[in-house]
């Protein structure tokens, strides 16, 4: 039997609406590339995306078509999320960090319409725009005063002069909420780029989940400054938690280093951030050195890999910032866990309550999990159990744009690729990546665990564990480690360094030292790089 | 273009197993009948309902048949919330504040297959077995020990030998999650009863908005004690919300007095409570009688009625427990607006704070709010324009059970009956409802507003004010007063009351003393019964 209840679909455009209405004076403050601050409020957010909404219609975009950007988080951006995705045409946020070649095969493969950049990637664009095969026109995100003269670019459009040419007059479209919002690319470490098409309907469903207590927790009263990038996975989906909730949010652009965060932090009152391990680190060497103290932040929200642990007592210990570990997927929305803790927990000693946060954490209400064995069973949820990750729910892909990769899914669960193990309070602790995990005689070795405990020490900058062929094991553990500036240790003494803190045969057969660990365009580490060059490496234990 | 996100319908029973996996060992506590209190886990109430599903299906019970219940808040009530919406059944709360023929119109109307109540309302069922024409079985909720024994009901089922005699194993259908889940009259004071058909869906997503920060801000380290009955409205939706972040729920039954509660409290640990004034009052005389504090309480939600000023200084000055208004209808699952601070309210003095408090609250996002005048037009969000409230969104109805009255949508809209301004930070405020609103020479007084100052009398325990027929000014208010035992005030004491606290023509021209205002079954004042008995009232104005 069906309800009577009304049938309004859930839409992007209605988070903004929401947001004008009920927060129309809250603040959006923004550091832009051209160096200033700039502030504008929610009323004029909306006002200025209806411009725009009526700009790209003018262009000729349609329902459906793909727009791109390039571009760091500040209030032009946050402008075409609404605009693009409100007018029912599809969002497309290209890494900038990836090579040229790589974006001009995404875009081709989105089939990009228009191109809508900060004037930090100008030089990208120049290398590009003769490449993409179906972007018309090239948008700067700046006014009349900065834009670029570019021989290589006489067409380059003016983004303010499309803002100023249209009217605010604009009346939101109604369509199926399960309608394209926008597109994000994962860059994988084999194969072809591959795309989540989200819906107007997962990011809605996503913006409820994220925003709850036990999620990020955000309320009207929270400033919040995503460190994340907006062209990574919607930056969490803040830029829409913000609207729903009506926070105050604030948009670092370029300006990722510790000092300028720590002063955007202190002079706008931020309460939340999020972000990925590597910017905490520059966050953290900075207020170490300055002696400097957060007066607003009260948490932060860790994701994109695990947090150190060293990392997590800074921050709680030293500074009174929570720290939340997260842990989701581009193909997740991205949000699948937050190690959000129960009451028995509260009671806990450091020790023990440390052990708990450095777990994953439990899923949000949407999520399901299981982790299932090499033959596809289902393993028990004991802490203890480690197999691969199987997820499920609204804000999970079913496929990746035009089937690339085939179907991903497995008896309607999608595989993460994570190793992990599930407790029985649900909380959920990632191993390895499957493709990373260490397989010695059998049995499963967690590379993150010997990774963990090698950046406790207090000579390793960074440190990397991958599986170098053994005969007799089949593969052994070698950590390759980059010590820190005019610091020294030696490969007798990092290995001792284990003794104690996990079972003897996880230490690893040897050390090796190199100047940096690679890291890929979204701040992990290339274990796929170091297995390439270490692939030959003479364990001594041969 | 179609996303490309998985398809998970919305469903009830998601909640349970979430809460099952990641929750299992929370409590759910329960005051019985009975008169113990008895406790179990969340991983108890899945596998309880899960037996009940199949006792339900062992009785005949088919998708979209409807299941009626007349129990208080307890677990027994919850497993049937789960085991019949999980089933693909309508779980119908009956009102046992209902007169009888009511009861048996309503259970007639919605056409139940069967019933389970609890203890208490044995008398009322045995009014209503013989004559309601649909009903196939009686289950009285309780075990076989205090099963009682009915002369006129031999055949009743015993809700614990349903659970003992059937497994556990139950898997949870999957279906359309526009498929009704709940059904809940509303009593209307004119015509006949009308039910509101609430989704699957329309559920879930009103879970989400009711726990987020600032609507109940319900996580994994709360303790909610619904005083808001179950069978109304869902319990403002908090037995979903429990699930959802595994809160601990604890459940009064029907010992709603103020010890009882408060023992209650203070046993279990609550944090959060929601409930109608009324009962509220009980529980603050209580607690003012014998000088106790609320050791654990951090806040309140109050709805149903407008809280009276002298209610929320009392809890918030006194008690240091944070009041919440919330706002909602039967048709609205129920909630629309909860009055939760913005940032700038934080600094504002106690009686500016207060008169933002005071406010019914800003929309929760999912909820779409809009005034019109007279002539259906809308009217500004100035806070000092008043017209009809008209709501819409996902989880309001779009017309009630078979159709009953009619449809009540206007452009879409749902009009709510209640009068009131919105302000420009979106904060509504009920100033009347449209049927209790003072038409005096073309402008409207708002009822409630009289009412708050005379409550705040010291000798006055409840007051309502109408509308008295008047030959010059079409309408005038008349203030009908219940005084406090042993308190006196006259007449003319009462009137000069309201010097300088109102606009003079605001002002009562009369008051009348009765010995108490009549109450509906939702513990709302009945004004028509009052406008009946006082429609020949002479003014002495005349």
Partial sequence: MNALMMRQPLLISTLLTHAERHHGEQEIVSRRVEGDLHRQTYRQLGQRARRMANALAARGMKFGDRVATLAWNGYRHMELYYAVSGSGAVLHTLNPRLHPDQVVWIADHAEDQILFF???????????????????????MTDRAHMPVSAALPDLLCYEDLIEAHSDEFEWPSFDENTASSL???????????????????????????????????????TILPVVPMFHVNAWGLPYVACMVGAKL?????????????DLFEGEGVTLSAGVPTVWQGLLTHVETTGQRFSTMRRTIIGGSACPPAMMSAFQDHHGVHVMHAWGMTEMSPLGTVCALKPKH??????????????????????????????GQELPHDGRSAGELMVRGPWIISSYY??????????????????????????MQITDRSKD????????????????IAMAHPAVAMAACIGVRHPKWDERPLLVVAKKPNAEVSREELIRFYDGKIAKWWTPDDVVFVDSIPLGATGKMQKNKLREQFQNHQLPTL
Avoid at 131 to 138: I, L
Avoid at 188 to 204: C, I
Avoid at 250 to 262: E, H, M, N, R
Avoid at 412 to 419: E, H, Q
């Fill in 118 to 140: 900060d004037l930090s990637f100008l030089p990208l664009i120049e290398a590009i725009a003769s490449r993409v095969k179906t972007v018309k026109a090239f948008v700067a």
């Fill in 437 to 452: 995990v260490v397989k010695s005689g059998g049995e499963w070795i967690g590379s993150i665990d010997l990774e963990n």
């Fill in 250 to 262: 604030v948009f670092p652009g370029p300006w990722l280093d510790g000092k300028s965060l720590y």
């Fill in 184 to 222: 994000c690319y994962t860059s994988g470490t084999t194969g072809n780029p591959k795309g989540a098409l989200y819906s107007h309907r997962s990011t809605v469903l996503h913006t409820y989940a994220a925003a709850l207590p036990d999620t990020f927790n955000c309320s009207a009263r929270d």
């Fill in 402 to 427: 035009k089937s690339e990769g085939g179907d991903p899914l497995v008896d309607g669960w999608f595989p993460t690729g994570d190793v992990s193990t599930i407790d029985t309070d649900g909380f």
């Fill in 346 to 375: 509260l009671s806990l000693d450091a020790t023990a309550r440390a052990a708990v946060q450095a777990k994953q954490g439990r899923a949000i209400y949407g999520v399901e999990m299981k982790i299932v064995g090499d033959d």
